[in-house]
């Protein structure tokens, strides 16, 4: 069974940084795509970040130049890194992975639980 599991969410103020980080689990051996989606409080789930596996990136129109997402593909690792923080940046970010193969099946789609980002002074 495959597991993604996130880390780094916080309270941070406007301005500020904070890196998110997600590992996958579980005898994989491909993930073809990486990213990041949030969910505002009262607002539907939108795509923050997205990474395939050569390593070609796409983002939110609202976050371009202030995060970067990058992928281990060896760890089977995906982050987010976010600089100059806004409050309208306070979400839930939840990372995703598709096309996850592993000896016994391949998931087309796996998601992990989520970690609060707080942007406010």
């Known amino acids: 069974q495959v597991q993604l599991v996130e880390s780094g969410g916080g309270l941070v103020q406007p301005g500020g940084s904070l890196r998110l980080s997600c590992s996958a689990s579980?005898?994989?051996?491909?993930?073809?795509?990486m990213g990041w989606h949030r969910q505002a409080p009262g607002k539907e789930r939108e795509s923050v970040a997205v990474i395939t596996g050569d390593g070609g990136t796409g983002y939110l129109d609202s976050v371009k130049g202030r995060f970067t997402i990058s992928r281990d593909n060896a760890k089977n690792t995906v982050d987010l890194q976010m600089n100059s923080l806004k409050p309208e940046d306070t979400a839930i970010y939840f990372c995703y992975a598709n096309g996850v193969s592993t000896r016994l099946q391949t998931y087309r789609e796996v998601w992990g639980q989520g970690t609060l980002v707080t942007v406010s002074s």
């Open positions: 579980g005898s994989i051996f491909n993930i073809d795509a």
